[in-house]
């Protein structure tokens, strides 16, 4: 069965610092991966999505996350964060063909000055 | 930029109620998911509708709920009778393409049973 890992609960950053939120994946074959993001009381935004080719994908708000096979990982990373990234990421997979999204149970994200 | 609505953004009901959660997903998007997150938990898929039918299911995904399209823009979930454990942020989804394509969220429907 599909599953998702997020080992850290939560993490603090400074902001300007460089940012690593782990995800590791459990699934057969090369499975379609996201990040999702989540403020307070909000839906969930995609970050970014890996579906096949480069394994390095840019996404939007300066993130960006790199497929690792061998590890069975996609971390997320930013280089510089900003106060307003405090949030709550998700990481999620998809099986190839299938319908739902497993998600992870996320990582909270705080920021400080 | 299309987005996927949902209504209403609160809800609250009794326990043993039936409520009606309702979205609007993408317009051209053929694909519609409900997912629900717990508070302080993870975000859980509870079923997938395509063609007029449900095409998976989680095992939350009961007798106790259903999923309609009852006209070509609306796509609802009906909880009957309504539980304390229902209560819990109900997100719905929809998507172009099957598990290839990325699934879009609405902001979600708070449930609250008392």
């Known amino acids: 069965a599909q599953s998702v890992t997020q080992p850290d609960i939560h993490i603090t950053v400074s902001e300007g610092a460089s940012l690593e939120l782990r995800c590791n994946y459990s699934y057969g074959a090369t499975p379609y991966l996201f990040w999702y993001v989540q403020s307070p009381g909000q839906g969930l935004q995609l970050l970014l999505k890996?579906?096949?080719?480069?394994?390095l994908v840019q996404g939007i708000k300066g993130f960006e996350a790199e497929f690792k096979r061998s590890q069975s990982s996609f971390n997320l990373r930013k280089p510089s964060v900003h106060w307003s990234d405090a949030a709550e990421y998700f990481c999620a997979v998809a099986k190839t063909g299938g319908f739902k999204t497993i998600f992870g149970a996320g990582t909270r994200l705080f920021v400080k000055a | 930029e299309p987005e996927v609505t949902q209504t209403p953004s609160h809800q609250v009901t009794q326990m043993g109620q039936e409520v009606i959660l309702r979205c609007v997903p993408i317009s051209n998007h053929l694909y519609f998911y409900w997912y629900r997150q717990i508070l302080g938990q993870k975000v859980e898929f509870l079923v997938s509708?395509?063609?007029?039918?449900?095409?998976?299911k989680s095992e939350i995904f009961d007798d106790q709920f259903s999923v309609e399209r009852p006209d070509g823009s609306n796509f609802t979930l009906k909880i009957r009778s309504t539980k304390l454990e229902d209560s819990a942020m109900y997100f719905c989804?929809?998507?172009?393409?099957?598990?290839?394509?990325?699934?879009?969220f609405g902001p979600g429907t708070r449930l609250t049973v008392t």
């Open positions: 989804a929809s998507s172009e393409d099957r598990g290839a394509g990325e699934q879009y």
């Open positions: 509708f395509y063609n007029n039918e449900i095409s998976e």
């Open positions: 890996y579906f096949s080719g480069d394994t």
